[in-house]
């Protein structure tokens, strides 16, 4: 099955490579809707713009035409308050047929499988927002009852039960359907305005890495994809900051031995303004900073500052030459596998990165340049 799966999405990528775009329609019958205005809105990241209108013809039918290049969301829409969504892909003959007094809750759609997709999700979405409001009318009409209180317990569980159901649905839904633009749409569906039903950060980072692949060029999906790295990083800095507070310390400690062999621990340099340097040989960035490193080193080293460097080389000969080259003469560690441990622990996304502790190894300011540089370190060092 592995191997077939990369086959399958090659192929998925070239039969969309090769199928250019010649126009999408949009047609069918409202009735009871003859004389009205439609309306076609394409539905931005958080906004929606009227596209096109039309009147509905006597008999009820209407039709759009229109032109994209990947598959995006649209509205159509009656009025503000009824109207249906779509997705719409470049080259789809779509149908859609139902009646103006419950058009947006009783619709046909046919020709669009991402539209059935996203009328299954609002549909499913609909049906347990109306099961919670019906338990929660429940519990405002029989506040006063003497046994509130006990059956308060029971409908609270039982809420508790339908929003797990829909989660799994929801989550179920976007590990199945990784490749449909459906998908953003379920990890944006809300319980309400503070809630997510996805809740999952890996069903997220699938569909979003996946979705990125196919359509790089859609809102939505630069939309989804940035969403998503920011929630990476704040898991991280989160994990971080749990780290940090169970053991009891600011920062976290590093062992790694330097270029004798011989382990040296960051919390061994407690009472010392430590500069933390994570960097590599190989890297140019890293290397010309290595001579600003040795100004502030010769300035401050008489004044109780140190500088711990982590290097995240895999190539010890390498490591020892630009030591050398560099005159590098203050601690230098790194285990010659990437030094990953201390990567993780400190949340490094990038070298050369730094941080800067006080005397008590608490963290003081994180990734600092040039003259800011020096005057942090020479305001610590008073």
């Known amino acids: 099955m592995n191997k077939i799966f990369p086959v399958l999405l090659v192929f998925a990528v070239l039969v969309f490579a090769c199928n250019k775009p010649n126009g999408f329609v949009i047609s069918g019958k409202i009735t009871n809707a003859e004389g009205k205005y439609l309306y076609l809105d394409e539905l931005k990241v958080a906004s929606s713009v009227t596209i096109d209108s039309v009147k509905v013809n006597k008999d009820g039918s209407f039709e759009f035409e229109g032109n994209i290049d990947y598959p995006n969301f649209f509205l159509l829409r009656l009025n503000d308050k009824n109207f249906v969504t779509l997705l719409v892909d470049s080259t789809e003959k779509i149908s859609v ?191 010309i900073q290595n001579q600003v490193l040795s100004e502030l080193y010769s300035k401050y080293k008489s004044k109780g500052f140190e500088i711990y460097q982590v290097s995240v080389d895999t190539d010890k000969t390498g490591w020892l030459n630009a030591i050398e080259q560099d005159g590098m003469n203050w601690i230098n560690v790194g285990d010659m596998k990437g030094s990953v441990s201390a990567l993780h622990n400190f949340n490094i996304q990038k070298i050369p990165s730094n941080y800067i502790l006080d005397k008590e190894g608490r963290i003081v300011a994180r990734d600092v340049q040039g003259p800011a540089l020096d005057q942090t370190v020479a305001k610590l060092t008073k």
């Open 97 to 287: 047929h139902g009646d103006a007094a419950n058009f947006a809750r009783d619709y046909i759609v046919e020709g669009s499988p991402g539209s059935l997709l996203v009328q299954e999700l609002n549909n499913r979405l609909t049906k347990t927002k109306h099961k919670l409001d019906s338990i929660n009318a429940r519990m405002v009409v029989f506040r006063t009852r003497e046994d509130y209180a006990l059956e308060r317990v029971r409908w609270e569980q039982e809420m508790a039960n339908i929003k797990k159901n829909q989660i799994e649905y929801s989550t179920n839904f976007v590990q199945k359907h990784p490749f449909s633009m459906s998908s953003v749409l379920a990890l944006y569906q809300k319980f309400d305005d503070a809630n997510y039903v996805v809740q999952d950060l890996q069903s997220l980072k699938v569909a979003a890495s996946a979705l990125n692949a196919f359509f790089p060029k859609s809102e939505h999906v630069k939309a989804l994809y940035a969403n998503t790295m920011r929630l990476i990083a704040d898991e991280k800095n989160k994990k971080l900051k749990e780290f940090i507070a169970e053991n009891g310390t600011n920062s976290p400690d590093i062992v790694l031995p330097n270029h004798n062999g011989r382990d040296v621990s960051l919390s061994s340099l407690t009472g010392k303004i430590v500069l933390i340097q994570f960097w590599a040989s190989f890297d140019r960035a890293s290397r």
